[in-house]
């Protein structure tokens, strides 16, 4: 909660001995600095008219002497200025070298899940969105207290090593594999897949059996499968790590599906004991959950014996259980899989698991096609390998900072943070459209731009120095704004948090970015008849938006370049 909301809260209490959650909003600068519609609010409640209430929260809001100015408009809306003093002094009282960080989440564990990748297939712009916003929600735990553990639940196990081995053998060699590593892993997928599909076409199942029989061969420890799946997955796992590298994300562990099927399968028995599952004619396990509102129950283990994600997932929560004890699983997988963690979490709930199981989903990633019309990016239409995407971004890059002195970390820099921003640009529910022009523009909502305001301001301490905290000669009339907007970051950091929302980290930070082009505009900072008073007070500003800058643009996985 911000400081004006508390001062309006301890008013309302002193006034009507009322608790009520406040909200303050920022008017347009003509009407005040802080505008509340708490009069409206409550006026019922209190049993006087909103215009009446609205004047006795006014003059109390006088009386605590935090305001230059308190006025009503309308019905009942209540606007108040600060005097600039006011703010930075209220702005040094909290400011602190982890300013944006709070304890909010001091003493509870957080498991989150990214980017947990299909190890059958080279890593994907599918997964950009599961790295960064898993990542942005680690940030957001960690810089609210919470213990953190990070898991990438690989997808090593089930079907595709069936499909690998048998494409493998059917339609790969030696030399290709060695020659082109995880591609040829890829390509190998993709034909299976496709020679699956043409098989179950013409009413055939010789390639579906071998698959199959490959897949049971590993659950039962056959070596020849077991020396497969090690080859296979030594190759893809590289690959990720590299690709991981360049996304400049990691996490503490990576618990595959592999690791968790024979815990899994274990799992199912006693579940089958317990009565809490059943099992079909057929052989394969379901888990009712009408008393959860699903009329299809959760199938957890196939006919054949064979492990399904229900069935490694199972395993996970209960590992996690016993293991990490957490208070909260973040689980960062897209959208279409919202019916699926929907049955997971009831399933928990069944055995009596008490942790929050959250499904931070989100939508997908679209592209232009050559009709001018949104579709979903893919193989067929334009980057759909990871690698391919980052290689085209750092061209971009270098074209944006084309004459400029630019090393090479910092171009690499700038392409991963327009990449990057352009995931949280909107809500993660919606569908976000990946263009090459807007994620690098330089004047709208967008990375390099919020990147390039951070550097002109580092670039200004480099020269100048940070200032001093505060200065007592100074009245911050031309900082007011940008001062203000800065007040306002740790409410951002914590409403983000709260709600696993880090669009709004990015929103503030790209507001913040235009304060400041609004600031320079009118107000030289060091330079052109500035005072040794002047220019003190203005780099100690500068220095406070620097903090906030790098510390919200780390929190969603994004460096600031040294030049641009």
Same mark, same amino acid.
């Given at each position: 909660?911000?400081a004006?909301?508390?001062?309006?809260?301890?008013?309302?209490?002193?006034?009507?001995?009322?608790?009520h959650?406040?909200?303050?909003?920022?008017?347009?600068?003509?009407f005040?600095?802080?505008?509340?519609?708490?009069?409206?609010?409550?006026?019922?409640q209190?049993?006087?008219?909103?215009r009446?209430?609205?004047?006795e929260?006014a003059e109390?809001?006088?009386?605590?002497?935090?305001?230059?100015?308190?006025?009503?408009?309308?019905p009942?809306?209540?606007?108040?200025?600060?005097a600039?003093?006011k703010?930075?002094?209220?702005?040094?009282?909290?400011?602190?070298?982890?300013?944006?960080?709070s304890?909010?989440?001091?003493?509870?564990?957080?498991?989150?899940?990214?980017?947990?990748?299909?190890?059958?297939?080279? $890593?994907?712009? +599918?997964?950009?969105?599961?790295?960064? &916003? %898993?990542? /942005? =929600?680690r940030r957001?735990?960690?810089? #609210? !207290?919470?213990?953190?553990?990070?898991?990438?639940?690989?997808?090593?196990?089930?079907?595709?090593?069936?499909?690998?081995?048998?494409?493998?053998?059917?339609?790969?060699?030696?030399?290709?594999?060695?020659?082109?590593?995880?591609?040829?892993?890829?390509?190998?997928?993709?034909?299976?897949?496709?020679?699956?599909?043409?098989?179950?076409?013409?009413?055939?199942?010789?390639l579906?059996?071998?698959?199959?029989?490959w897949?049971?061969?590993?659950?039962?420890?056959?070596?020849e499968?077991?020396?497969?799946?090690?080859?296979?997955?030594?190759?893809s796992?590289?690959h990720?790590?590299?690709?991981?590298?360049?996304l400049?994300?990691?996490t503490? $562990?990576?618990? +595959?599906?592999?690791?968790?099927?024979? &815990? %899994?399968? /274990? =799992?199912?028995?006693?579940?089958?004991? #317990? !009565?809490?599952?059943?099992?079909?004619?057929?052989?394969?396990?379901?888990?009712?959950?009408?008393?959860f509102?699903?009329?299809?129950p959760?199938?957890?283990?196939?006919?054949?014996?064979?492990?399904?994600?229900?069935?490694?997932?199972?395993?996970?929560?209960?590992?996690?259980?016993?293991?990490?004890?957490?208070?909260?699983?973040?689980?960062?997988?897209?959208?279409?899989?919202?019916?699926?963690?929907?049955q997971?979490?009831?399933?928990?709930k069944?055995?009596?698991?008490?942790?929050?199981?959250?499904?931070?989903?989100?939508?997908?990633i679209d592209q232009l096609?050559?009709?001018?019309?949104?579709?979903r990016?893919?193989?067929?239409?334009?980057?759909?390998?990871?690698e391919?995407?980052?290689?085209?971004?750092?061209?971009k =890059?270098?074209?944006?900072?084309?004459?400029?002195e630019?090393?090479?970390?910092?171009?690499?820099?700038?392409?991963?943070?327009?990449?990057?921003?352009?995931?949280?640009?909107?809500?993660r529910?919606?569908?976000?459209?990946?263009?090459?022009?807007?994620i690098?523009?330089?004047?709208?909502?967008?990375?390099?731009?919020?990147?390039?305001?951070?550097?002109?301001?580092?670039?200004?301490?480099?020269?100048?120095?940070?200032?001093?905290m505060?200065?007592?000669?100074?009245?911050?009339?031309?900082?007011k704004?940008?001062?203000?907007?800065?007040?306002?970051?740790?409410?951002?950091?914590?409403v983000?948090?709260?709600?696993?929302?880090?669009?709004?980290?990015?929103?503030?930070?790209?507001?913040?970015?235009?304060?400041?082009?609004?600031?320079?505009?009118?107000?030289?900072?060091?330079?052109?008849?500035?005072?040794?008073?002047?220019?003190?007070?203005?780099?100690?500003?500068?220095?406070?938006?620097?903090?906030?800058?790098?510390?919200?643009?780390?929190?969603?996985?994004?460096?600031v370049?040294?030049?641009m």
């Amino acid at each position: 909660m911000g400081a004006m909301e508390e001062t309006v809260q301890n008013v309302l209490k002193q006034l009507y001995d009322l608790d009520h959650a406040v909200q303050v909003s920022r008017p347009e600068p003509a009407f005040g600095d802080y505008a509340t519609n708490v009069a409206l609010q409550i006026a019922k409640q209190v049993g006087k008219a909103p215009r009446d209430v609205a004047q006795e929260v006014a003059e109390a809001l006088r009386q605590t002497g935090e305001f230059s100015e308190v006025s009503i408009a309308g019905p009942g809306f209540i606007n108040v200025r600060v005097a600039p003093a006011k703010l930075i002094s209220r702005l040094n009282e909290v400011w602190t070298d982890r300013y944006g960080s709070s304890e909010d989440g001091a003493g509870k564990t957080v498991v989150v899940e990214y980017p947990s990748p299909n190890m059958a297939k080279p $890593y994907s712009v +599918g997964h950009l969105r599961p790295g960064n &916003q %898993g990542w /942005a =929600a680690r940030r957001l735990m960690e810089e #609210t !207290g919470w213990r953190v553990i990070t898991d990438n639940h690989l997808g090593d196990y089930g079907a595709p090593l069936g499909i690998w081995i048998t494409g493998f053998l059917r339609f790969s060699s030696d030399s290709l594999l060695a020659e082109k590593g995880v591609y040829e892993l890829g390509r190998v997928y993709i034909a299976m897949k496709k020679a699956l599909k043409e098989e179950a076409a013409s009413g055939a199942h010789e390639l579906a059996d071998e698959v199959q029989s490959w897949l049971l061969r590993f659950e039962s420890g056959d070596a020849e499968a077991m020396a497969y799946s090690q080859r296979f997955n030594e190759i893809s796992l590289r690959h990720i790590h590299e690709v991981m590298g360049r996304l400049k994300i990691a996490t503490d $562990y990576e618990l +595959g599906e592999a690791f968790f099927a024979p &815990q %899994g399968k /274990a =799992a199912v028995q006693k579940l089958l004991q #317990t !009565g809490v599952a059943i099992q079909n004619e057929d052989g394969s396990v379901i888990v009712p959950l009408e008393e959860f509102g699903f009329d299809v129950p959760l199938l957890v283990q196939k006919s054949n014996g064979a492990a399904l994600y229900a069935t490694t997932d199972l395993a996970t929560i209960l590992y996690r259980e016993n293991e990490w004890h957490p208070d909260r699983v973040i689980y960062a997988v897209g959208a279409e899989q919202q019916f699926y963690f929907s049955q997971l979490f009831a399933m928990a709930k069944k055995l009596g698991i008490k942790t929050e199981l959250i499904h931070l989903w989100f939508g997908a990633i679209d592209q232009l096609n050559e009709d001018g019309l949104r579709e979903r990016m893919s193989s067929r239409k334009g980057v759909v390998l990871m690698e391919d995407l980052l290689n085209q971004a750092e061209a971009k =890059a270098q074209s944006v900072v084309e004459g400029r002195e630019v090393a090479e970390d910092d171009v690499k820099r700038i392409a991963l943070g327009a990449v990057k921003f352009s995931d949280f640009t909107a809500d993660r529910r919606t569908n976000i459209l990946f263009d090459w022009d807007s994620i690098f523009a330089l004047t709208g909502f967008s990375g390099p731009y919020v990147q390039y305001a951070a550097v002109r301001v580092n670039k200004i301490l480099q020269e100048h120095g940070t200032g001093t905290m505060l200065v007592q000669d100074y009245d911050y009339a031309a900082e007011k704004a940008v001062v203000a907007k800065l007040i306002e970051y740790p409410e951002v950091v914590r409403v983000a948090a709260r709600d696993l929302e880090p669009h709004k980290v990015a929103s503030y930070l790209y507001e913040l970015a235009r304060e400041m082009n609004r600031y320079y505009e009118a107000t030289p900072v060091a330079t052109g008849g500035v005072d040794e008073t002047q220019k003190q007070a203005r780099l100690g500003v500068l220095a406070k938006v620097s903090h906030v800058f790098t510390h919200g643009l780390s929190i969603l996985g994004i460096e600031v370049p040294t030049a641009m």
